[in-house]
Each structure stands twice: as structure tokens, then as C-alpha cells.
């Protein structure tokens, strides 16, 4: 059975929709800067939530930008879709931190004035904000979320593929939302491998990844819903699988076990070979860890015949559980424009791989592409995109 | 899909006892977590550094596989509302504190939801499939909807779980659900879900979860006309949840002497189905003769 994509949404630093963020992507701009927050690097949406309020027409209220961010571009993947009792829909989102930017707000607010009564902090669970994104949406019934750190968006699409496979649903809106919270910056700080400067994916004087916010989401469909929807697909999600690394609670093993793993078992659903791959848009975040283990994973899998990879997050920063679901938006317009998307600011390989990532932009013939997402926890998937 | 170990922590004398179900009585606040002796299952320097949903995670997790002389599963599958936010609201103390200076990451890396099933998976030197659902108080029904998948998929077996600590500073769980009073607990239960049968397993025929759900009984009619079956099948119905009405409603739809109400003997925790499915196989293992047992839970609110 297929498992067709026929719609996307995208908002990220390089741009509010899908079209505006395929314009960054073939004009290399990035949307890290450096930001009023502490100085830090960072990729963020230039709406504030009041905008984004407005915009999306919704009830004043106090939403998580989660919620807002998740909103907008699942909007803007459901398009023209409407309710139909002929097609079973349900809605999954995943997030690392939810409501963490209103939970760290309010918390701070009411410890240094314990007069104020900050209840609204205590309803920003992750669960709560899908159900709000959720509610806005118009969506009931199956509504699920999923939180495995940085690979969250990854494992949201494949959860929505599993329940297409297993006949529950016909069709889904799944995606992930993730908003800046201070939070995640200055864990990624205490850590020592947040950069100063702009990230460089896979560059021998890599110091780290920038942070960064956004929300992506994709309609899958099965033949029973395209045959009601009359959609037209934009791809195909042809393999799909996750493994874990088990090797340290936020480090990846040296040899990339898991990703090595999780990069075989999606090559063997989809019944591709290795060298059937047009392109790889790697996980690569910057840091010293993630691109020396993925770059060794990538070679177990690969041997001498590399595809052309690149990491696109020096356009948007990594945005955590956001990062799988924006990248498969890219990977499913890779294969609309049949382009290759660049890695920005790499100069010098490294000298344990010397592996040279794309550093401009390619048109090519895109057939299959490979969409790596690793988290904390070992947590590893990788997602394979096909022309329908 | 069969189930064939289980194992809970939880304020109940439920861990290692057998009956169980048949002992228990209501909980009388303030009750505290009944722990098992955790040097048995976790070294000392590692346990210092766990907060309790981990360590109740992980020494369920060692009973099940003790249970079934299992090595390591297939996959291991964790629902939990909150995650870690003992360690969350640690972090976000440490960050107040210390401003523009270096800050000690210990609290942040085990911040993550995943953490969880990711420690289980490293203590186990497990490469398989790892997933952490979160959606409130359906992330248990939604791990174990996963495990179903997985079981579909050719998985034989897979350690599934539902686990929440206790933590009401960053967030409340009264607010959420909008009940009070309500006596708030934790707990864990995990357990070894197989595509074969063995000797005191139980079969679970489906399981599904409903969100902003507008009508209980339409939605209970719902899951019983997928599963094939009706209201007159259920020989018992146990339920959880803080709506005064539910209980009114399951009592038309299937007469009160099937009813039990689990909340009294749970307290109030976000994965308590969990609890509830050790209790209904615990039942049936005690040597109760039913056919059919529907768990029904229902916490949501959703305040928009």
C-alpha cells in the first residue's frame, strides 16, 4: 500500500509558506541571526504571537507558539481539504518542549512575585497544545502526539504512515511544532555546543548548532482518500524506520550504530538499494558529535557511491522536533523542483571522513531522497521520499 | 495481541504481589509511593541521579523481562503525559539562578519526554524501535495503539509502558483536568506485549483513543461496533475519570453491578490506564471468570 503525500505547510526562519521557504533555499539565505536574546544565534519566525493570532484569525487567548506555529502551517498543508465521512482523518503532531515558552514565562513571573497567580502555566503540556492546534483546526477522534526530542517530527510522520498501513485511518495531517524557549538554549549552552557564530554542518571547525523555531505538517493519504479527495500526490513516503543508538543518554556512538540502523531498515521497507538514493538531507546540526558519527553512519551505508547530501539547518537552525518534519517539506519539494538543496557555510572537511557535502544549489534528477532526524535518548529515524 | 507480563509501582501494594486487585481498597490522602528496595535492580551512583519516574520505569521494566525470561524486547514503547519534570523544574531553577554564568547540564539532559524509554533502552543495550507518546492522558492508550502497530508489523514482543511522576510547581494537574479536590498519585506500570500466547497471558482485542470527545456513550458504541462487539459481551467495565457523569453514563449503558470505579484505588495520575490493565489482568488471574473486560478512561479537559 502507498502512502501519498498531497499536501504540505511549512513556517520557518527563511519563510511563512512553503513557496517562500523553496525562495531561501534556492537564494542561500539564511534566517539565522543574531538575536536581542543574550546575543545568541538564532533562526526565528519574525511574527510575534499576537501576529500570528491575528493572522490565523483565532480567539484572543494566551496560546503557546507551539500551538500558533502549528496552526499556521497546518493550515496551510490541509489547504482545500475538507471533512468527509467517506475518509477516516485524524491529526498528529509532535513536539520536544510543548508549551514550554508560556510554562517558562509564567513560571519565572510568578517566582519573583508570588502574589501573582499564574495558574494559566499549568496547561501547557504537550499533549494539550496538539489538542488546541487540534480543536482549532476542527480536528476530533484520533488526535496523537509524539516526543522523542529532535526526531519528533520524523516519528510523527511515520506514526501517521503506520496507521494509513494498518488500515485505521485513510488519511492524515501529521507534522511537529517547536518554539524558541530559553529552556532548550541555554541547555544546548550548558552542554557546550551551542555556537556563537553561524553554524557550519559538517565542517572540520564546526563549534555547534544555532537554535531555531518553526512548524511543518504534510497530508498523507492512502488510495481509498485520494480516490474521495481527488488530491494529486507530491510524493510518495516510500520507507520509513527507527532504532536506537542506546549508546549515551545525548551523545551518538562513535560508529552511528543507530543511525546506521535506522537508515537500513528505511532503505529495506522501501526496497531501495542504497545507491537508488538521489539525495540526502542529513540530520547534521553542527556539533562536534552529530556530523563525525552521522558522517560515519552515512559511509556504513553508503561505501564509495555517496549521494549528494547536505544539512539545511545553516537556513533554518535547528529547530528540534520541528527539524524532521520541515526537512521532509524539503525533501518532498526536492523532488517538485527537482532540486538539490545546499548546505551552507561549509568550507574545510573533515579530516576523520573528508566528506564534502553540496555547497550550491543543483537541479538534478531526484528520484529518491533520504531525510535523517536524530534525538536525545539515541533516538534515531530516517524517513524515504519517492516521485510519484 | 497477547499480554503476557506486568508490572506496576505505584501508591499500592501492586509491585511483585499477585491478587493484588482483590486486596486493595481506596486510597486515603496524603498516600505516598509504595517503592520496592531500588538497589536490588539499580546501581547506587546511578540511582542518586534518577527521579522517580525513572526509577520506577526501569525496575518495571526489569520485572517484565525477569517475568518472561526475556533478554531484551523488540521495541520498547513509552506513554507518558509529563516526561521528566522533576528534572525540568530543576533546569528551569538552575537557569534563574545562575543568569549569564556556566550552568551544570545534568537536569537538562534528562529533561526530554524520551528520556525515559531511552535509559530503558540503554540499560538494555537495545537498538530496536523506541517511541515516546505524549498526549496528555491518553499517552499510555496511545503506546499501547503503537504496540499494536508494531505487533501487526511482525514484532513479537515488545515492552510497553505508562509512567508519570508526581510534580505540581510547573504544572498542575487539577487545572488540567478540572476537578477539585483530586488526590493526585503516580506511578508505572509496564508490560511484555506478544504476538503468541503463554500461560497466564491476556488477549487485549483493541484499543483506541478518542480526543475532544463530545459523547461518551456514542464513542464507547463506537469502539465496541469496531471490535465486533456489544455491551451485553462486557462482563465488567472498570473506569477512571473525573467527570461525575461518566460513571452516571456507563451505569445506562451497562448496569452498574459490571462497574468499577478504579479512581478511588489509583489517585489521579495521567497514564493510570496503565494501572487499570494490570489490574483487569490481574483479576483474570486471580482466578475470576470473565470473558470480556472493557477499560474506559476519561480525564481530558481541554481549555481553550
Known sequence: ?388 | MYIVAASTISHQPTFRNPGFSKQITALTPPSTLISPDYNEFIPPLERRRMSDVMKMAIVCSIDCLEQTGLRTPDGIIVGTSMGCPIHTKKFLDKVAETGNGPLAPTSFIVSTHNTIAGQVALLLKNHSYNMTHTHGSLSFEQALTDGLLCIGDGYQNLLVGGADEEESTIYNMRRRIGKDPLHITCGASFFILSGNQSSNAIKLSGVRSYSLVESISHTIRNFLDSQNLSDENMDKVIFISAHEKTGEELKTIFGEEKLIDLLPLTGAWFTNAAFALHFAMDLWNSGENFFNILICKRFNKIIL
Open chain 1, 1 to 388: 500500500m502507498n502512502v501519498y503525500i498531497t499536501g504540505i505547510g511549512v513556517i520557518s526562519a527563511i519563510g511563512l509558506d512553503a513557496e517562500s521557504n523553496i525562495r531561501s533555499l534556492q537564494s542561500g539565505q539564511s534566517g539565522i541571526k543574531q538575536s536581542s536574546l543574550r546575543s545568541f544565534m538564532l533562526a526565528e519566525i519574525t511574527l510575534s504571537n499576537e501576529e500570528l493570532v491575528h493572522r490565523l484569525n483565532l480567539p484572543e487567548k494566551d496560546y503557546s507558539r507551539t500551538t500558533l506555529l502549528a496552526v499556521h502551517a497546518a493550515k496551510e498543508a490541509w489547504g482545500r481539504n475538507f471533512k468527509d465521512p467517506r475518509i477516516r482523518s485524524g491529526f498528529i503532531s509532535s513536539t520536544s518542549v510543548g508549551g514550554m515558552d508560556r510554562t517558562e514565562h509564567y513560571y519565572y513571573e510568578s517566582k519573583s512575585d508570588p502574589s501573582v497567580n499564574h495558574y494559566q502555566r499549568m496547561v501547557y503540556d504537550n499533549g494539550s497544545t496538539t489538542e488546541m492546534a487540534a480543536a482549532l483546526l476542527g480536528f476530533s477522534g484520533d488526535i496523537y502526539t509524539v516526543s522523542t526530542a529532535c526526531s519528533s517530527g520524523a516519528n510523527a510522520i511515520m506514526l501517521g504512515a503506520r496507521l494509513l498501513q494498518a488500515g485505521s485511518l485513510d488519511r492524515v495531517l501529521t507534522g511537529a511544532s517547536e518554539p524558541l524557549a530559553l529552556f532548550d538554549i541555554m541547555g544546548f549552552q550548558s552542554l557546550n555546543i551551542y555556537d556563537q557564530h553561524i553554524c557550519k554542518p559538517f565542517d572540520e571547525n564546526r563549534g555547534g548548532l544555532n537554535l531555531g523555531e518553526g512548524a511543518a505538517y504534510l497530508v498523507l493519504e492512502n488510495e481509498q482518500s485520494l480516490s474521495v479527495t481527488g488530491n494529486q500526490p507530491l510524493a510518495i513516503l516510500s520507507g520509513w524506520d527507527n532504532a536506537s543508538d542506546a549508546f549515551h543518554q545525548t551523545a551518538s556512538s562513535p560508529d552511528g550504530t543507530g543511525a546506521y540502523l535506522a537508515m537500513e531498515k528505511a532503505l529495506n521497507r522501501a526496497r531501495l538499494s542504497a545507491g537508488e538514493i538521489s539525495y540526502i538531507n542529513a540530520h547534521g546540526t553542527g556539533t562536534g558529535n552529530n556530523d563525525l558519527s552521522e558522517s560515519f553512519a552515512l559511509k556504513r551505508v553508503f561505501g564509495t557511491s555517496m549521494p549528494p547530501f547536505s544539512s539545511t539547518k545553516g537556513f533554518t537552525g535547528h529547530t528540534l522536533a520541528a527539524a524532521g518534519a520541515i526537512e521532509a517539506v524539503y525533501c518532498v519539494q526536492s523532488i517538485q523542483t527537482q532540486t538539490l538543496w545546499p548546505n551552507l557555510h561549509f568550507s574545510i572537511p573533515m579530516k576523520e571522513t573528508g566528506m564534502i557535502p553540496l555547497t550550491g544549489i543543483r537541479s538534478r534528477p531526484v528520484r529518491h531522497v533520504l531525510s535523517n532526524s536524530f534525538g536525545f535518548g539515541g533516538n534515531c529515524s530516517c524517513l524515504i521520499f519517492s516521485k510519484p
